[in-house]
């Protein structure tokens, strides 16, 4: 069974960084692409970032593209999402997700079949 476990969440000021982990067991990591979405209180669950299976295709949402990134490590098994100049409106619960797809990657939470725990990102301003 698939099981994904983020970690690297917290409490920053606005203009922080933080690098999230998001660590996958039990399955084939580099036949996954995979995903960060963000869940905040009171709003649904919104994509924030996919890398494809090998690296070569990445996509952003236009609220965090030049600010975050996304990375894999295909022999470590983990995903990362570095966050820069993070600000109050980053705050959510971030969560990571496998893509079992062939091709390209996923934007949409549909197109994702396994999620993590989720690890929480506070910004304070």
């Known amino acids: 069974q698939v099981q994904l476990v983020e970690s690297g969440g917290g409490l920053v000021e606005a203009g922080d960084s933080l690098r999230l982990s998001c660590a996958v067991s039990g399955g084939t990591f580099s036949s996954y692409a995979m995903g960060w979405f963000r869940q905040a209180p009171g709003k649904e669950r919104e994509f924030v970032a996919a890398?494809?299976?090998?690296?070569?295709?990445?996509d952003y949402a236009a609220s965090v593209k030049g600010r975050f990134t996304i990375a894999r490590d295909n022999a470590a098994n983990t995903v990362y999402l570095q966050m820069n100049s993070l600000q109050p409106e980053d705050t959510a619960v971030y969560y990571c997700?496998?893509?079992?797809?062939?091709?390209?990657?996923?934007?949409?939470?549909?197109?994702?079949?396994?999620w993590g725990q989720g690890t929480q990102v506070t910004v304070s301003s």
């Open positions: 890398i494809s299976r090998r690296g070569g295709h990445i």
């Open positions: 997700a496998t893509d079992p797809h062939p091709v390209g990657v996923s934007l949409s939470i549909n197109g994702y079949d396994h």
